[in-house]
């Protein structure tokens, strides 16, 4: 049973790779708002941001990380709509092949390709003036990974229940603009009125990116490290469950 | 193959409820190619969402394949092909390596997958594509690809829903003699749904007709033209009143019209029975200077049955009815 279930998802997995992996343009696209933020609002930021006058890109890149994920996993959904619409979905319906490998798949491919746009977003970054450590890198990439699955899972879910682009469209971007700007990516929410850092800490999202920031500063077993990492398993456990039970529910 | 007792489906919405299938019972035996017709909103494509596991019955008892439907809907995935409305390959996949992933997530091994990929292309005239994207092909190959994924795993029974719509005419009969091939070659028992009565008088032996939920009739193709609707009968005698009185006297001649110089009437076998009214007629000093004998088409045979033709019915689709 385990043995299917893992042969399905690499079947699935490989099958939700193809597309991209054959067009490296794609993967440049999804990378390209973050890299843009990178060249063309990072340099404002010298000398300004930061409390204690440390370098201005170790609390910049990690938000640009949390960019990258939100933006790149929350429209995972779309790559479903057309396959449910077509008839893709169907017939792997009528197929013996495990719903939870039908979403696991999928939500393994759109990890993978977040991680090879945050490696390119991390080199960029480095050449511009970051300085993180080889393994303090790859673990902001595991973090990031850990929410891009929870992020794609919850994208694919609400794409089940939507089945239009003209309505999925919009309810991204109502969610996705607020839950951004409240987490603190682009300024520090240190001088945010009180009912705003009330609504920011509320955002798990934030968690995250301070977690980022204290792993790109070296903080790996700090308090924020911590919080950031439960709160992102958390999330990825929560939609992933979700997923695989509306999977279930709306492919029978 | 199938044996289906009591099948309903009743969907609930928001303050109604629909009852989409009511009380279905059929049976289709090994080797078969039944046709399931049927005009929209009567219940067709519920009941085969129903027989390939797509949808859960909401009653009823149904052996599909040599497996329970309810007890063991695995199974019963394992046993059938299934080809739907829609295309079942993805656009930006390459044909080859989508089909080998299907055969895949049947079970093949990789070397199995790809000895009946390269096998299933050059039957299906289709050689050559393995490397093509999926979207850049026509519709009559993406169609023929539809039946390639549905027949990898060499299922003993094959659904097709609507297999020839949106076809162009060549494609179509191409299409349909793959279809034959399935069975007269392959031995598979196939069960299909169309409301193209074209499709049924080239494939179908024996065809089920569903309207308002239930089977309402069943037989061959020619059998219910013949019981049904009957030959229409059109004479040009020198007196058509007289002609008419004798027509009546016809047994089982029915809708004895008379419309100026000819009379019409519909009689079950037009081909015996107008010779026999043209030798009474002439005996009688009443001769016939012309006759036509027309054989029903189905759709006169669901206008019989349903009081709608199934042209009309496909126009104007009625809403509610499950996708």
């Known amino acids: 049973m385990t043995v299917r279930l893992l042969q399905q998802t690499r079947l699935v997995f490989v099958r939700s790779s193809r597309p991209w992996l054959r067009s490296p343009m794609a993967l440049l696209v999804g990378v390209a708002g973050p890299l843009v933020y990178l060249l063309l609002f990072g340099p404002l930021l010298k000398g ?6 440390g370098n201005p890109w170790q609390w910049f890149v990690p938000g640009m990380l949390m960019q990258l994920t939100l933006f790149g996993a929350a429209y995972a959904g ?19 092949v495990s719903r939870a490998a039908l979403l696991l798949g999928r939500v393994i491919s759109d990890v993978f390709q977040l991680a090879l746009q945050g490696v390119l977003l991390l080199a960029t970054a480095t050449a511009l003036g970051f300085r993180a450590s080889v393994p303090a890198m790859a673990l902001a990439l595991t973090l990031t990974a850990v929410l891009g699955a929870a992020i794609s899972s919850a994208s694919y879910t609400l794409a089940l229940k939507i089945k239009e ?12 603009v607020p839950l951004m700007l409240l987490s603190g990516v682009l300024l520090p929410m240190d001088a945010a009125p009180s009912w705003l850092h009330t609504l920011s ?14 792993i790109a500063v070296g903080h790996y077993g700090s308090h924020a490290t911590l919080t950031g990492a439960v709160v992102a398993v958390v999330l ?11 999977m279930s529910r709306e492919l029978g | 193959m199938i044996k289906v007792r009591g099948l309903t489906k009743t969907f609930r919405g928001r303050g109604n409820t629909v009852q989409a299938v009511n009380g279905v019972d059929l049976d ?3 080797g078969e190619i039944v046709g399931f017709l049927g005009p929209n909103g009567a219940g067709k494509t519920t009941t085969l969402r129903m027989l390939s596991t797509l ?20 199974g019963v995935r394992l046993r059938i092909g299934y080809v739907g409305q829609g295309n079942g390959a993805g656009a930006d996949q390459r044909v080859g390596e989508e089909l080998i992933t299907q055969a895949r997530l049947y079970g093949m091994t990789r070397a199995a997958a790809r000895q009946r990929v390269d096998e299933l292309l050059t039957r299906y005239e289709l050689q050559g594509m393995a490397g093509r994207t999926v979207r850049t092909l026509s519709g009559g190959q993406r169609r023929r690809l539809d039946i390639v994924m549905g027949v990898l795993h060499r299922p003993p029974l094959v659904f097709l829903d609507e297999p020839s719509a949106a076809l162009d005419p060549q494609s179509r009969s191409n299409l349909w003699q793959h279809i034959s091939s399935l069975r007269d070659e392959h031995g598979s028992t196939i069960f299909l749904t169309t409301h193209y009565l074209d499709e049924v008088d ?27 609707s009957g030959d229409l009968v059109t004479l040009e005698p020198a007196d058509p009143a007289a002609a008419a009185a004798s027509a009546e006297q016809l047994p089982g001649a029915r809708e004895v019209t008379v419309d100026g110089a000819t009379v019409s009437f519909r009689v079950s076998h037009g081909d015996t029975a107008a010779p026999e009214l043209m030798r009474t007629l002439e005996a009688a000093g009443n001769p016939v200077r012309a006759v036509q004998i027309k054989r029903p088409t189905l759709d006169d045979v669901f206008l019989t049955l349903t009081g709608r033709s199934l042209r009309d019915a496909d126009a104007n689709p009625e809403p509610g009815q499950g996708e």
């Open chain 1, 48 to 53: 300004t941001v930061v409390r204690g006058g």
């Open chain 1, 78 to 96: 779309f790559s479903l709509i057309p396959e449910l619409r077509s008839g893709v979905m169907e017939r792997l319906r009528v197929a013996p």
């Open chain 1, 165 to 176: 682009e003209y309505k999925f469209a919009p309810l991204l971007s109502m969610l996705l």
């Open chain 1, 201 to 214: 800490r509320l955002n798990p999202l934030t968690h995250v990116v301070d977690a980022l920031r204290a």
């Open chain 1, 236 to 246: 990825a456990v929560l939609a992933v469950a979700w997923g695989m039970r509306t």
């Open chain 2, 28 to 30: 289709v035996a090994e």
């Open chain 2, 55 to 74: 949808l859960r019955p909401t009653s009823g008892e149904a052996m599909v394949a040599g497996c329970d439907l309810l007890d063991d809907p695995a």
């Open chain 2, 202 to 228: 080239a494939l179908c032996e024996r065809i089920l007709v569903i309207d308002g939920g239930r089977i309402i009739t069943e037989g061959t193709p020619d059998g219910l033209k013949g019981e049904i």
